[in-house]
């Protein structure tokens, strides 16, 4: 089994930052790429961030210079530091990883719980 735990979800205003954690914890045997992805009421599900295993990463143009993930491969977490927060940044973000469990070939997609991001005045 894998889990994947997010946190740091909350309610700022506009021009505030909030930063994002995912750890993923079971049995896991390689984590490929992990990113965030959102949500927003009546909207479907998009990208935010992405970062693969070697480093490269990949951001959704609308968070562009605002928005930084990162990731501790010791710890199995990634990141996602969100500044000058907009009211448009409010959605319920969603943890992505693609993981080998061990004792399996391939990779597999795995989603966190969602974190609520209300950014409001």
């Known amino acids: 089994q894998v889990q994947l735990v997010e946190s740091g979800g909350g309610l700022v205003q506009p021009g505030g930052s909030l930063r994002l954690s995912c750890a993923a914890s079971?049995?896991?045997?390689?984590?490929?790429?992990m990113g965030w992805y959102r949500q927003a009421p009546g909207n479907q599900r998009e990208l935010v961030a992405t970062?693969?295993?070697?480093?490269?990463?990949v951001y959704a143009d609308s968070v562009k210079g605002r928005f930084t993930i990162s990731r501790d491969n010791a710890k199995n977490t990634v990141y996602l530091q969100m500044n000058s927060l907009k009211s448009e940044d409010t959605a319920v973000y969603y943890c992505?990883?693609?993981?080998?469990?061990?004792?399996?070939?391939?990779?597999?997609?795995?989603w966190g719980q969602g974190t609520q991001v209300t950014v409001s005045s």
């Open positions: 079971g049995n896991i045997r390689s984590i490929d790429a």
């Open positions: 970062h693969t295993s070697g480093g490269s990463t």
């Open positions: 992505n990883a693609r993981i080998q469990q061990g004792g399996y070939i391939f990779f597999h997609h795995y």
